[in-house]
C-alpha cells in the first residue's frame, strides 16, 4: 500500500467521525451543557475548534454541509476564557494562529472586544507556574506551560519571552535528564516510564528549535523505542495509563513525524504501523463518539465524564497526523510484514537507578512486553501485554501474574523499581527488595513496603510463556493469591505448581467494570489461592489456545480428533462459504478473533463455484487467518463438475499447512498440485472410531442377524460407507455371486442407485442411507471381514478404516496402496476384478481372517484420536497464527 492510500484512510476516518459527531451530537457545532449525565467541561470547545483545524490543514473545507472556517468560528465562539488552562490554552492559541496575529486576526477580526478578549483569556495559563513550582503539577507541566507562552507570543499578546525561555529551559532540563531522552513521567524519579515517554516528543515538536540537541536526539530514541515494543495492532506503548485508543493515535503520529522529519529506522515502516493502528482503530469509534468506556475501560481521570474531550482529542490526532502526512512522497510504500515486526529478545534500560526497563520479545510463537518500571498500580506491574493476548486490568490494584498479598488489611505486590535486572537465556530475572503497596502510580519513597524479597523469571517455552517466582516474607502474610486474567476471544491454558497447600480455580469475571483492560473485558480469572507462610514458590505456565475455524465442525470426525486436545485449541464452525450463510461484517468479526482456518473438503465449503473459493481465500489472507488442509481426497467423490482441479490447485497453493493421510496420498497429491514452498507437511493417519462403537460388544449379534434376514454362524463379510465412484461395489457383488462358499455372506450397505444385487440368497443388500450412529453400530455388529474394494484412481483415503481399526476387523483389500500402507498385516488381498474377488474370497480362512483382526486391533493405538489430535496439534503450532 502506498502513503497516499494509508494517509486516505486515516483522514476519512477522521472527517467521517467528525462529521457523524456534529450530526449527531453537536447540531450547529453547539456543545451541550450536559452529555449522558456529566457536566461537559470548558475542554471540550477548544478541542472541537483544534481538530478543526487539523483537518482544514488536511485539505478538509466543510464539515455538516458547513464551511470549515465557519466550523471553527463556532467552536471558538464558546470557549469559556476563565475555564480554558493548560492543554487547551496553547490549543485555542494555535487554532488562532492559523488565522494571522491576534490583533490582525481575519478569523475574529470583527468580533465584539468581549469575544475577543474571552479568546485572550483562554489563551493565558500563567497561574499554573506556581501550581508548577510547588510540585503539584507534574514536571512535564513546563513542556504543556512553554507551549502555552509559544502560542502566546506568536499571537503576539506577549512580548516579554523570560517566562517561555525559563519554561523551554526547565522542558530542555527534564528531557536532557536521561542520557537517552527517556522521560521518567512520575514526580518523585520511581522510574515511571510509559506512553509519556514517547508522546512528550510529539508534545514539545512545536518547541523543537528551542530546545536544540536534546530534542532530536530524544525524539530519535524515542522513536526506536516505539518500534522496538510496538505491538502488531498498531499500539505504540501497552502498559500503564493513556493507552489503548490513545496507543493507536500515538503510532500515526509518530509515524508523520518520522516520515516528515526523515527520522526513525525508515519512512516505509514507520507507514507500515501507521497502517496497522488505523486498520485496528474503526473499533474505538461508533456513532460519533470514542467507545474506549464500552467493555472496556480508561484510567478514570478519561472516565465517561470526559467522553466528548477524548473523541475529539482522538480525532486530532488522526487529523494532525493525516495533515503532516499530506506533505510526505504520496507514492511510498509500505514496509513488509517482517521488517517491522522482526524477531526480537531485548531488555531495553530506561534508567540504571532506580532501575527501569521493558523487555520485549517476538519470535513466530510468542510475543509481548514486560514492564519493569516505578508504579505497582495493575497497568505497570511487571506483567506481559499484548493487546488481544495478555491484557490486564486498568487503573487497579487487581495484580495479574505477581503475587496479591494482603497484610495488615492492606495489599501489596511484586512490583516497583527492581534490585537487579538481567537477561538470562530465553527470558528475564527479577529481584525485589520489599513489596510495595499494590495499586500506587505514585510511589512514595518514604512509604515503607511490606518487609521480605522477591525474585521473578520470565522464560519463554515455543508458545507457552513461564514464570517463575519465589518471596520469603520477614512476617507471615494473611493472604497470597495469584491471578492470570484472560481476555475476550482469546483463551489460555493456564498451569500452575507449588509446594505449598493452595487451591485452583477459575472466576467468571464478565461484566465486571474492575475486570476490563485499555482493550477488551476480562470475562475469566484464573486463580492459584497460596496458604499464607515465610517463604513461598510457585510457577505459572501460560498458553494461548489456537482459535481454529473447521469446515469439519459438529461432524463425528472434527468432534474424535479436536476431543483430545481441548485444553489447547478452541474449535469453531467456519463462518465462510454459502452454507455457513454468515453476513460478510459477521465473518469478518469472528475471522479477527481466530488464528487457524481448518479445510477438510473444499466442495462442502462452497461446492463448484471456482470464485467463491478464490474469494474465501482472499478474506482468510487478508484477514491473516492461516490455513491448514487435512486433504482427504485427490479431487471430490462427485465427478460432476470439472472446476474442481481448480479449487483443489487454489487451495494447495494457499495452505499453509498441508495433513496427508498417508506417505503414499502425500507422492499423490504433490504430483497432481502445486503447494507453497514454505508449506508445512504433515502425514498423520486417519484415527479410529472405536470410542464411537463402544457398545457394539454389548448387542447380541444373533438378535441383529434375524433383524437382518441373515444367517447364524456364517463368515460375515460387509461393505460400509457411502456410495463412490471409487468403491467398486458392483465388481465385489458379481465377484462374490461367483463363489461356491455357502458358509460366507455378503452384507453391503453401500448399495449405490446404479447398483443391481445378484440373485443369490448369500448376498443381502440395503440401499445406502445416512442412519443413526446407534444403528450403523448394530449393523455393524453382524460383521466379520470388512470388504474395502477401492478403486485408487482420484482416491487419497477413506474414513472406513477407521470403522474397521475400531472394530480390530479384518479387511478384505484392493491393491490400492493406501490400505496397504495403513492397514498393512489387518489387510487381506482381494484386488478389483469379479475374478479376484471370488479368488480371495474362496481361500478366505478363518485362521486368516483372526491373524488379519488380531493386526487389526493391534493397530488401534497408532490410529488413537489422542494420538493423532496430538500429531495434529503439533502441526498447528507449528504453522501458527498471526494474531500476535
Known sequence: MRLHEVRARILGLAAGTTERLVDRHLPGFRIPSVFAGHRVEPDVAADLAFTLCHLRDAGVSEVASVPIEEGIARALRQVDGEGTHSFWSYRVAESLIRFGPFAQNSLIDDWPESMRAELERACD???????????????????????????????????????????????????????????????????????????????????????????????????????????????????????????????????????????????????????????????????????????????????????????????????????????????????????VHPESNRLILFSERPVAAVWTYRSSDCAFVVPFVGSTRSDYLPAPRNPGLYEVPVDSVIASLVPLVFAGGQAFTVGGPPTSLQMVGDGVSASYSGLPRAGVLEIDPDQQPLSGTASLRYRVEGRSLVVDEEIRFEKRPEAVSVLVCETAHRPLRVQFATDAEHDVQTVDTAGLKEYRSFWAELPLVHQLDMEPSESIAFSLEMTPKLRIASTAFGHHYHRSLYGPIRDFVVGIASPLGPLAARADHEAERILDHVDLFHLHWPEWLAFDDVDEHRRIIGRLQESGVRIVWTQHNLTPHSKGSAAYDAIYQAWAAAADGVIHQSEWGRRQSLDRYEFRDDVVEGVIPHGHFGPLMSEIDRIDRRDVEAELGLRPEALRIGIIGAPRAEKRVQDFMDGFAATRRRDVELLVLSLGEGDRVPDDP??????????????????????????????????????????????????????????????????????????????????????????????????????????????????FEQVGTTRL
Not at 484420536?865 to 500429531?871: G, L, P, T
Request: glycine share 8%; net charge negative.
Open 125 to 339: 495559563t500563567t497561574s499554573f507556574v506556581e501550581l508548577l513550582d510547588s510540585g503539584l503539577l507534574p514536571r512535564n507541566y513546563a513542556a504543556v506551560l512553554a507551549r502555552c507562552e509559544l502560542g502566546r507570543a506568536k499571537l503576539g499578546i506577549i512580548e516579554d519571552l523570560h517566562l517561555l525561555d525559563d519554561l523551554v529551559a526547565r522542558t530542555r532540563e527534564m528531557l536532557g535528564a536521561s542520557p537517552d531522552g527517556y522521560l521518567d513521567d512520575s514526580t518523585t524519579g520511581v522510574g515511571r516510564y510509559d506512553i509519556y515517554t514517547a508522546d512528550v516528543y510529539l508534545f514539545t515538536e512545536p518547541l523543537a528549535e528551542q530546545l536544540g540537541p536534546v530534542w532530536e536526539q530524544g525524539a530519535r530514541n524515542a522513536l526506536d523505542l516505539v518500534a522496538k515494543v510496538a505491538s502488531t495492532d498498531g499500539s505504540a506503548i501497552t502498559w500503564g495509563r493513556s493507552t489503548g485508543a490513545l496507543a493507536a493515535c500515538l503510532t500515526m503520529e509518530l509515524a508523520a513525524l518520522a516520515i516528515d522529519r526523515s527520522i526513525g529506522d525508515g519512512d516505509d515502516r514507520w507507514l507500515s504501523r501507521a497502517l496497522a493502528a488505523v486498520e485496528h482503530f474503526d473499533r474505538w469509534l461508533e456513532d460519533g463518539l470514542i467507545s474506549a468506556h464500552q467493555h472496556r475501560s480508561t484510567y478514570s481521570y478519561r472516565g465517561p465524564q470526559r467522553r466528548l474531550q477524548m473523541t475529539l482529542d482522538v480525532l486530532g490526532k488522526l487529523a494532525c497526523s493525516a495533515a503532516i502526512l499530506r506533505r510526505a512522497d504520496p507514492d511510498l510504500p509500505t514496509a513488509g510484514w517482517e521488517e
Open 762 to 875: 448369500r448376498i443381502t443388500a440395503i440401499p445406502y442411507e445416512m442412519v443413526p450412529r446407534e444403528l450403523y453400530n448394530r449393523r455393524l455388529r453382524a460383521l466379520d471381514v470388512v470388504a474395502l474394494p477401492f478403486s485408487p484412481e482420484g482416491m487419497l483415503a477413506t474414513g472406513t478404516i477407521g470403522d474397521v481399526i475400531g472394530l480390530g476387523l479384518a479387511a478384505l483389500v484392493s491393491d490400492w496402496p493406501f490400505l496397504a500402507e495403513m492397514l498393512a498385516e489387518a489387510g487381506i488381498p482381494c484386488g478389483l476384478s469379479p475374478a479376484e474377488v471370488a479368488e480371495a474370497v474362496e481361500n478366505l480362512d478363518p485362521t486368516v481372517v483372526e491373524r488379519a483382526a488380531a493386526a487389526s486391533r493391534a493397530l488401534q493405538a497408532t490410529h488413537d484420536w489422542s494420538e493423532i489430535a496430538h500429531q495434529t496439534l503439533a502441526l
